[in-house]
């Protein structure tokens, strides 16, 4: 069973350690999966007291996903040294960078070894590709990649750093496509990590309220709201009023 | 084994929780009712701290947020997908139909687009303006009362617009656009295309004591643990409960088939429980189907008896027949007046876009006779798996070399960031008797229930609808002063048409009709053969307009229910 499979079939088993605890036998009652819920609607909170601090320790997986999760991190796809050349090739890919720090930090090495198991079709390009630098820098410097002075590794990544865009690349030999492959793994690990996404600036997710581009960003851009379409959007202020009509659907609140 | 049959009998069992099902639960229970609702899935409730995706970051995740187990990524709130290990579909040689399902409690609502859209008076009788496909039974002023009081149980914001096809309601005020939108704007105008704030179920200011309002994270495909978008448990389901409703939830709880007594009236269903694999039985005076157009059908198609020997309600011969799903293409593009963008502030803004074009052609002049409407996309997104995994592939446009590693890089992904716009159109193919869902005589699930087997083929109507979209994304984008990313989808690629299925408004299996030759149900969603069963999912739909077919089905679903409680006070059924 492929690994998409594996995932789509743990799904189809999706949270029956949950449902078996919300069963409830009524007397009599033959039925299974009865839930009577238990939903309590608080009254008012601020939005931020509405965030489950509970939710921490979760980070909303089904058990067959945390299972899947569990299975992938009992294996091991790359050995002590293959990790340790795809941590000093990260760092080369891209360099630390205070006060954020590099892919050490975002755990980028960890990162692949896991995405190399959830997505075993990645599986020979990075293993092909990682041998192909040991061997091609033992032929040229008689050492390993991990081995050799930034300068042998950067004179071996600059033959396979660059690539046609014209070509697809699943028509450009092995050691293209690998490092093709490592460097984006290498970035989307930084970035999605918590120094990379500090360094990049993102300040989304998080309760708050959108007013609007604020006025410099606009004025960078050339570009403006028009008044009349201001003019219908929300007015935060009222956010919290409860909505009103009359009958003709004209909000009075 | 013997079947276990409950010894309760329900006023209504409803089969399925999503937006059709939540509905009937919220009136029928109101209205005094014992009901039973019956779902596939778990139970789910976006305040659940054990299930909840909101706010979670890209790196509580080994994997990132990639889509591994759900396919539109790891905290996307649908479990299920488009295949399900254990329950299969099939498909007749040479056709394709890609079907979503969710199975959980709420079902697909708890991660839609929440684009709520009303049917305009044209959309319910279309054949009169094009002689294409069939009328509807009903028309814009039978539903209209009830897409009001839609709007102001569960709330959308939009504007009054005054369109004619686009019908006005009652709308919370629309979030201001955000910075791409703008250029969206800009550049639609340039070609004559209108731009409105979009229509969508997610609270931007207080509609009741019970609900939070938007606090505009942007993830309202991860379902709203402070109840501020539309979801069916949430907004429906939930608040039937807390009124004192009787409504019992049966969760991982297959059903199987309507059962049926001599006089052919339904009394129940029969159901698989996937806790132990056994097969249950419960009874009612009335049965709901909810479960998804084409799940319902399926169900009906399986609740062969003597007296309904080709399946319930299927006299005509027409369950599974006109089977449609909204047209779909989409493109992206490159904006370089974008580039270098400032990210000092956060413009998650709701979920999906605060702006959208509602269809402005007129199809005596095209070639194709039905519209669509474009949705767009862009901004300074949350990082998630595939963020920066091409850093600089935009440096083709400016001749400079794509690739390369080091320090580079990282002022390439700030540089660039922000600086994509695409569109996704979404249009109305034509209802066809030839494209279908049937029962594969040869193909049972893990509960050994028949499954469906698709027959689905696009015509050239809804080709020559995704060329148009695919040459009007190319010209709003170099309006915007971009560029397409990669090539333009050719002819033989279908202009890029999605595979029917692929936008998830299946609609049209039990369509509705005045004439039982040619329909599965009356206007009221009741079948013509079995008074004492009703359809409310988008089965009834006799055809989905470039709109999406959600408001419509809850609209839909209110009136059957209203006429459901109306002929039980008049003991009808």
């Known amino acids: ?253 | 084994m013997q079947i276990k049959e409950s010894s309760e009998l329900y006023d209504v069992i409803i089969v399925g929780s999503g937006a059709g099902g939540g509905m009937a639960t919220k009136q029928l229970a109101d209205a005094g009712l014992n009901v039973a609702v019956v779902e596939a899935g778990p139970f789910f409730d976006p305040r659940n701290p054990e299930q909840m995706t909101q706010f979670k970051w890209p790196y509580e995740s080994p994997r990132r947020g990639a889509a591994t187990t759900r396919a539109f990524g790891e905290w996307d709130m649908a479990y299920g997908g488009w295949e399900i290990e254990g329950e299969p579909y099939t498909h007749t040689e040479g056709t394709k139909f890609d079907w979503f399902r969710s199975h959980m409690l709420g079902g697909r609502t708890n991660h839609w687009g929440r684009i709520s859209l009303r049917f305009g008076p044209k959309d319910f009788k279309h054949k009169d303006v094009d002689g294409h496909g069939d009328n509807w039974p009903i028309g814009y002023e039978d539903v209209k009362p009830y897409y009001d009081k839609v709007d102001k149980l569960i709330g959308v914001f939009g504007t009054k617009e005054g369109l004619p096809n686009d019908p006005d309601g009652f709308f919370l005020p629309p979030p201001k656009p955000r910075l791409h939108e703008l250029f969206y704007i800009n550049g639609a105008k340039k070609s004559g295309i209108p731009v409105i704030p979009s229509r969508m179920s997610m609270l931007t200011k207080k509609l009741n004591n019970d609900r939070g309002t938007c606090f505009y994270c942007g993830q309202c495909g991860r379902s709203c643990q402070v109840y501020a978008d539309f979801s069916s448990g949430s907004c429906l389901i939930f608040p039937a409960q807390n009124n004192g409703g009787r409504v019992k939830i049966f969760v991982n709880s297959v059903v199987r088939e309507v059962t049926t007594n001599d006089e052919g009236k339904a009394t129940g269903v029969s159901y698989i429980s996937k806790d132990d694999r056994k097969e249950y039985k419960l009874k009612a005076k009335i049965v709901v189907l909810a479960a998804s157009a084409c799940s319902s059908a399926r169900i009906l198609l399986n609740s062969k008896s003597k007296q309904h020997p080709n399946g319930l309600g299927n006299s005509s011969d027409h369950i599974g027949k006109y089977l449609h799903d909204s047209t779909g293409a989409g493109s992206a593009g490159f904006v370089p007046d974008l580039m270098n963008r400032k990210t000092s502030y956060n413009e998650d803004g709701v979920g999906g876009m605060h702006v959208y074009s509602p269809w402005w052609g007129d199809n005596s002049k095209l070639d194709f006779p039905r519209g669509y409407h474009i949705e767009v996309w862009g901004g300074m997104e949350m990082p998630s798996y595939g963020f920066g995994i091409n850093p600089n592939d935009f440096n083709k446009f400016f001749g400079l070399k794509v690739g390369g590693y080091g320090d580079q890089l990282r002022d390439d992904v700030k540089k660039y960031y922000g600086s994509v716009v695409g569109f996704s159109g979404r249009g109305e193919s034509i209802a066809r008797k030839d494209n279908y869902c049937e029962i594969d005589p040869t193909t049972v699930d893990e509960f050994g229930i028949p499954v469906l087997r698709f027959n689905y083929k696009w015509s050239d109507f809804e080709r020559n609808q995704a060329k148009h979209m695919q040459d009007t994304f190319e010209e709003i984008i170099h309006n915007m002063g971009g560029e397409l990313l990669g090539p333009k989808s050719t002819k033989e690629e279908d202009y890029g048409l999605l595979v029917p299925g692929a936008i998830i408004h299946e609609v049209g299996t039990t369509r509705m009709g005045d004439d039982r030759k040619t329909s599965v149900t009356n206007k009221y969603q009741q079948l013509h053969d079995v008074d004492n069963v009703f359809i409310v999912d988008a089965g009834p739909f006799v055809s989905q307009a470039d709109k999406n077919c959600t408001w419509t089905i809850l609209a839909l679903s209110w009136r059957a229910s209203d006429y459901i409680i109306e002929q039980l006070k008049q003991q009808n059924i």
């Open chain 1, 1 to 253: 069973m492929g690994r998409l499979k594996q995932a789509l079939h743990n799904i189809k088993r999706m949270d029956r350690r949950k449902s078996l605890q919300a069963i409830i036998l009524g007397a009599g009652a033959v039925t299974t999966g009865l839930v009577f819920n238990g939903c309590n609607i608080e009254g008012e909170k601020t939005v931020e007291e509405n965030i489950a601090t509970g939710a921490e320790k979760f980070f909303g997986r089904t058990p067959e996903e945390l299972e899947l999760i569990e299975k992938l991190n009992a294996e091991q796809l790359f050995n002590v040294h293959e990790m340790e050349t795809i941590a000093v090739l990260n760092t080369i890919i891209l360099p630390p960078k205070e006060p954020y720090g590099g892919p050490i930090e975002a755990e980028v090495p960890e990162f692949i070894e896991f995405i190399g198991k959830d997505f075993p079709e990645m599986q020979m390009t990075l293993l092909g590709g990682l041998m192909w630098l040991d061997h091609r820098c033992n032929t040229e410097f008689d050492m390993e990649f991990k081995s050799a002075s930034l300068e042998q590794q950067k004179q071996i990544l600059d033959t396979i750093a660059f690539h046609d865009v014209e070509v697809p690349l699943e028509k450009q030999p092995l050691e293209i496509q690998f490092f093709h492959m490592m460097r984006g793994l290498t970035v989307t690990g930084y970035y999605t990590s918590k120094v990379g996404i500090e360094d990049l600036g993102y300040k989304g997710n998080m309760p708050n309220v959108w007013d609007g581009v604020p006025e410099d960003v606009l004025e960078q851009h050339g570009v403006s709201y028009d008044p009349e379409w201001i003019a219908k959007c929300v007015d935060q202020s009222k956010r919290g009023i409860i909505a009103e009509w009359d009958e003709k659907g004209n909000l009075l609140t």
